[in-house]
């Protein structure tokens, strides 16, 4: 559209260009740069959330192991003690004997 400004010289209208091309405006551009990079950092920050859920129930899980490695190795201990006090216990009826 050829507006009259300037003496008709084939000006074209500000208001015509920022209101039916305003998707293609340098500032509409920038807007729509702005909110891709939100989703974006918004994306990422979900993404870490998951990786920092994920690596608190790996170090739960790890404790978890550690804790039934120590049981285990404690009944072990208390096993082995029980074995060495049971040959003292035959060796002391058999000398009470």
Do not use: D, F, Y
Not at 34 to 51: A, K, R, S
Not at 74 to 88: I, Q, S, W
Request: proline fraction near 2%.
């Amino acid at each position: 559209m050829v507006g009259s400004i300037n003496g008709g010289r084939g000006v074209v209208c500000g208001k015509w260009i920022t209101t039916t091309h305003s998707l293609t405006q340098p500032s509409a551009l920038k807007g729509r740069r702005v909110i891709e990079e939100e989703e974006e950092e918004e994306e990422e920050e979900e993404e870490e959330e998951e990786e920092e859920e994920e690596e608190e129930e790996e170090e739960e899980e790890e404790e978890e192991e550690e804790e039934e490695e120590e049981e285990e190795e404690e009944e072990e201990e208390e096993e082995e003690e029980e074995e060495e006090e049971e040959p003292c216990k035959t060796t002391r009826q058999n000398s009470i004997e």
